[in-house]
Each structure stands twice: as structure tokens, then as C-alpha cells.
């Protein structure tokens, strides 16, 4: 595959909004997600052409947000999945969603993906992190459409592959609930079949995974 030839997203030319997504980076590595969406914000509003910033805001808003379903269905599970910091920084944050009605909802990562794309149209990982977005509000047909793009963007993409079979599937237990017989949902079903052979053939290597944007940047 040829390299995509997109810009450095994980820097920004502004030192003080660089020196907040690290901070940012390193409160969501000890799971301290209410302090790391603070300093994604801020290198935000000092750049707002920086789209790693959006990108990681997203993904910590998007956690919180399954974080918070867990919670509320099973605090010990919560408690397992993100782990003992994690949880004690949902408490402070839960608080205030009851004190407030403000928490950071799954449509705000979206808009963050969003703006990551506005950006940089070519970044892969923003088009896959919306989907899985898309999925989790049971919007599978604008998934699809997101994981297509991730796959024509880096062809050999063993999670979008795999979230686009997903996705299919989705919508084909969706028709089906609806009352479409499953035979008139053959062409979907042929299409997440290949797809989850072709995530399985990545998996195991019969495929050769060429490495994705994210990992030429860091190389």
C-alpha cells in the first residue's frame, strides 16, 4: 500500500496548546479521563487545527460514555473494565451529571471525530472511531459508510474490516426485526462474510498487515 501522505496530526506549531495535549496523553494513560478532556480542550481552543486533540477528546469522551453505561448496569463491571483511577474519577464527574445534567455524551466524540476529519480527510482512525460510535448509538448504515472509507483509505485495516462485518451484521438483524425475510438480505450477508474473512486472514497473517498512518507517524 502507498503511504498517505497526510501531516503530523499528533503535533501542533503552537508549543503551549502542544504542551497541553501531552499533558492530556498522560492523564488518559492513568485513566484520569475528566483531567485529560480538560487538557485536550485547551490545546483545542489554543489550536484549533490540532487533530490529534479532537481525536483523543473523542476517544476519552467515548469511553467515559461506556463507562458510564457500565456503571449505571453494574458498578463492579465498570470497575473491572477501566480500572480502580478510572472509576474514582467517574464518581466526581457523575456527581455533576446529577448536579448539572452536564456529562460528556457520545455525540461529543462524534463531533470531535467529526472535526478530526474536517481536517484531515485522509486520517483512517478518525473514520474508524466515528463508526464504532455510530454503532454504539444503532446507527449502522452511517458506520458502513465510515469503515468503507477507513478501508479505501489503508486497504488492509484489520479493525475496520472487522467493524464494518459488524456493522452489516447490524443491519441485517435490523431489516429482520423489521420483518424483511433474511433471503432478501443475501447481498448484505455476502458482503459481512468476505469482510469477516478478510479480518480473520489480516489476524492471522495470511494477509500482510502494512502498518497504519498512526504507526508510520511514530516510526
Not at 94 to 114: E, H, K, M, Q, V
Not at 150 to 167: D, F, K, Q
Not at 180 to 196: I, Q, R, V
Request: proline share 5%.
Amino acid at each position: 500500500m502507498a503511504e498517505i501522505d497526510t501531516p503530523d496530526s499528533n503535533k501542533s506549531a503552537i508549543p503551549e496548546a502542544q504542551e497541553h495535549f501531552d499533558i492530556g496523553m498522560d492523564f488518559q494513560k492513568i485513566n484520569e479521563p475528566g483531567k485529560a478532556i480538560k487538557e485536550f480542550s485547551k490545546a483545542i481552543q489554543l489550536d484549533p487545527q490540532f487533530t490529534a486533540a479532537y481525536i483523543r477528546r473523542g476517544d476519552t469522551i467515548s469511553a467515559l460514555a461506556l463507562a458510564r453505561k457500565s456503571h449505571w448496569e453494574s458498578p463492579p463491571i465498570a470497575l473491572l473494565q477501566c480500572g480502580i483511577q478510572f472509576y474514582l474519577d467517574f464518581i466526581p464527574l457523575a456527581s455533576n451529571f446529577l448536579r448539572t445534567g452536564l456529562w460528556p455524551r457520545i455525540s461529543g466524540a462524534i463531533d470531535d471525530y467529526t472535526a478530526a476529519i474536517r481536517l484531515e480527510p485522509n486520517n483512517a482512525k478518525a473514520y474508524i472511531s466515528r463508526a464504532n460510535c455510530y454503532m454504539r448509538t444503532d446507527d449502522s448504515e452511517r458506520a458502513i459508510l465510515d469503515f468503507s472509507e477507513a478501508i479505501r483509505l489503508e486497504p488492509n485495516n484489520l479493525h475496520a474490516y472487522n467493524g464494518r462485518h459488524l456493522a452489516l451484521m447490524s443491519k441485517v438483524r435490523s431489516l429482520t426485526d423489521a420483518g424483511t425475510p433474511e433471503s432478501d438480505c443475501k447481498e448484505l450477508l455476502d458482503k459481512a462474510n468476505t469482510d469477516y474473512r478478510k479480518a480473520f486472514w489480516l489476524k492471522e497473517g495470511f494477509i500482510e498487515r502494512q502498518p497504519t498512518q498512526e504507526q508510520q507517524r511514530s516510526q
